[in-house]
């Protein structure tokens, strides 16, 4: 994995659980605001529309360098829009990262010839 795509990679990974927790607190918000006088709605509703767009243009980004097949690259975009999926998202890229790491090093080593 060159460089371009580890940062591409490391981008989208760092935005996905911050975007998932504004979704989660956004909801909250939006139940408070019909049941109680509280009304953080428009605020957070921004918050997490920046972290959204910031989420859909690291997945294009990371979509176009690491060259992830259509499946792949729904899923993604998939977890973006479901209230937890952002921290799916983080888990399965930060296992994809380990193991190219590991991968790098194997090959650095000698073990593999891939």
């Known amino acids: 994995?060159?460089?371009?795509?580890?940062?591409?990679?490391?981008?989208?990974?760092?935005?996905?659980?911050?975007?998932?927790?504004?979704?989660?607190?956004?909801?909250?918000c939006s139940v408070l605001k019909r049941t109680t006088d509280f009304n953080a709605v428009?605020?957070?509703?921004a918050i997490h529309g920046v972290l959204f767009v910031l989420y859909v243009l690291f997945w294009a980004d990371a979509w176009n360098k690491a060259k992830w097949s259509l499946g792949t690259a729904a899923l993604y975009f998939v977890l973006s829009v479901l209230p937890t999926g952002g921290f799916f998202a983080e888990r399965k890229?930060?296992?994809e990262a380990e193991d190219a790491v590991i991968a790098a090093r194997a090959r650095k080593e000698g073990v593999v010839n891939a």
């Open 1 to 28: 994995m060159d460089i371009k795509t580890a940062t591409a990679l490391r981008r989208l990974r760092l935005v996905s659980a911050p975007e998932a927790v504004s979704f989660i607190v956004l909801l909250v």
């Open 93 to 95: 890229l930060r296992r």
């Open 42 to 45: 428009p605020v957070m509703g």
